[in-house]
């Protein structure tokens, strides 16, 4: 969703009124996106991952449960999202989406909201 409203702002190129507008929604995306970041990241390094149980595959889910209640399933967690398969610099992937996110807001927000 973010990379849209990017490409969005870019190929419209706003006046400063409109730019404040993308600024919000950037930062609206990009708030979310370190949201869900900054929670998985919690779950890798404070949850005991033998306190969670294993859920239900993402098929089923989709399946079974609306699409609301599939996210809620999927944020509070199971034993397998604990794991970290890959790290670099002592981050794990859920890490340095998160920077990524945070470098993202620098730059996109800042460009749109303080435009002269």
């Known amino acids: 969703m973010t990379g849209c409203v990017f490409l969005v702002a870019a190929v419209h190129n706003p006046e400063p009124r409109g730019g404040r507008l993308y600024g919000w929604l950037l930062a609206l995306t990009i708030g979310t996106g370190a949201a869900i970041s ?6 890798q390094y404070f949850v005991d991952a033998d306190k969670l149980s294993c859920g239900m595959g993402l098929d089923y889910m989709l399946e079974a449960f609306s699409p609301f209640e599939t996210l809620t399933l999927i944020l ?11 790290s670099f610099l002592g981050l794990s992937i859920p890490g ?5 996110f945070l ?10 909201t303080l435009r002269p």
């Open 38 to 43: 900054a929670r998985h990241l919690w779950l």
């Open 76 to 86: 509070r967690g199971t034993g397998d999202c604990t794991r970290i398969d890959w």
């Open 96 to 100: 340095w989406t998160l920077v990524c």
């Open 103 to 112: 470098g993202l807001a620098l730059v996109g927000v800042t460009r749109n």
